[in-house]
């Protein structure tokens, strides 16, 4: 396994639409192992392959407290959402720092692939059934902050790429790459 680089807003990859995976074979299996560790390292409780550059159907998502039941989605369409709706305060491994309300339905019925190949439907409710349908959106090249007014989007980006000049900036002194 190995942990992969996730992309950080308003990097233009992120806006990639994802194709389907043709097969759950090992490269497919490696890159989950990869995207578990990833996710898992960086505290986050969701991940869409969009976000390590790698453009196919693939998220992985856990939002048990002990971190130790992770879901695996490939090819995940969502089939039923309900029309009642909830706001809550989103964040994204994508965009540090930055959480901002996002209005979301509240219960979701999703069809994927999962790990082995094999077909699962999930029904969720809260926690789950929002960070399926943040992550759905990174498969469509959507962020969580394209929701928000544009006012709020270009101060957020503006944060962003100041902090990351910043970064360079300190690895240059570092020598680092
Ligand atoms: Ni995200």
């Known amino acids: 396994m190995a942990k992969r680089t996730i992309l950080s807003y308003p990097d233009p990859r992120l806006h990639t639409v994802a194709k ?94 999962d790990g082995e190949g094999e077909p699962q439907t999930i029904e969720a409710e809260g926690l789950l059934a929002v960070c399926i349908q943040h992550e759905l959106d990174h498969l469509l090249g959507k962020v969580f902050v394209e929701y928000l007014s544009p006012l709020k989007r270009n101060r957020i980006k503006s944060k962003l790429l100041k902090q990351q000049r910043e970064d360079q900036k300190l690895d240059q002194r570092e020598g680092r790459r």
């Open 20 to 113: 389907p995976v043709q097969g759950v074979d090992a490269r497919i299996k490696t890159l989950v192992a990869d995207m578990l560790e990833t996710m898992y390292d960086a505290n986050g409780i969701g991940l869409a392959a969009t976000q390590i550059d790698v453009h196919e159907r693939l998220v992985v998502i856990d939002v048990s407290e002990d971190r130790d039941k992770p879901i695996v989605l490939i090819n995940p369409e969502i089939v039923w959402a309900s029309d009642d709706k909830v706001l809550n305060e989103e964040g994204c491994l994508s965009v540090p720092g930055i959480y901002d309300g996002v209005e979301r339905s509240t219960s979701v019925r999703v069809t994927a692939l």
